[in-house]
T-cell receptor, first 119, second 116 residues
């Protein structure tokens, strides 16, 4: 049981290049998320998915695209990387809150992170 | 909208002493949950403790406890008997009743350093 895994762990890109970050979870979770973490700013939600074939925008979606073709995988794409996208990217997954929303005790389970440097 | 504020960028504590990390929040949701996560230098996010807005008692998990003051909108994390392994970043997060898909809103974090 690996939990949430992310590929790659570290990547250097030149401005304008594209890349895809892969997140995989083996816990059969419905929900998956992509965050970015920047110094002094905590984690900010980029995109999320409530199930296979569905995605939605989070707080900072510009410059990113996502896909969830399989329940266990959530891909984050950068079509044309910019230095402002230098960050640490975290993927997370969670169970369905079964309608409890704010009262749900379900935590999110995080991957180890991907460090991305855009030159 | 939800907002989480952690006003302590860094904190120091002597080993074996207790320390309180502050977290205040702002929401108009009637029901919400508050979470604390630990991020050691290795980078992973580790769930520590949860407090529901309707919970009658403050949450406790081992050496972690949550000082929840609903009227003041604060949910401070208390770590008792600090250990060197407690040195890490700590994030407070909140989920509101309008949150889609179990979404969490995070504060900016507090870096805790435990001094031997």
């Amino acid at each position: 049981n690996a939990g949430v895994t992310q590929t790659p762990k570290f990547r250097v890109l030149k401005t304008g290049q594209s890349m895809t970050l892969l997140c995989a979870q083996d816990m059969n979770h419905e929900y998956m998320y992509w965050y970015r973490q920047d110094p002094g700013m905590g984690l900010r939600l980029i995109h999320y998915s409530v199930g296979e074939g569905t995605t939605a925008k989070g707080e900072v979606p510009d410059g990113y695209n996502v896909s969830r073709l399989k329940k266990q995988n959530f891909l984050l794409g950068l079509e044309s990387a910019a230095p402002s996208q230098t960050s640490v990217y975290f993927c997370a997954s969670a169970r369905d809150t079964a309608g409890l929303a704010g009262l749900s005790r379900e935590t999110q389970y995080f991957g180890p992170g991907t460090r991305l440097l855009v030159l | 909208a939800q907002k989480i504020t952690q006003t302590q960028p860094g904190m120091f504590v002597q080993e074996k002493e207790a320390v309180t990390l502050d977290c205040t929040y702002d929401t108009s949701d009637p029901s919400y949950g508050l979470f604390w996560y630990k991020q050691p230098s290795s980078g992973e996010m580790i769930f520590l403790i949860y407090q529901g807005s309707y919970d009658q008692q403050n949450a406790t998990e081992g050496r972690y406890s949550l000082n929840f003051q609903k009227a003041r909108k604060s949910a401070n994390l208390v770590i008792s008997a600090s250990q060197l392994g407690d040195s890490a970043m700590y994030f407070c997060a909140m989920r509101g009743s309008q949150a889609g898909a179990n979404n969490l809103f995070f504060g900016t974090g507090t870096r805790l350093t435990v001094i031997p």
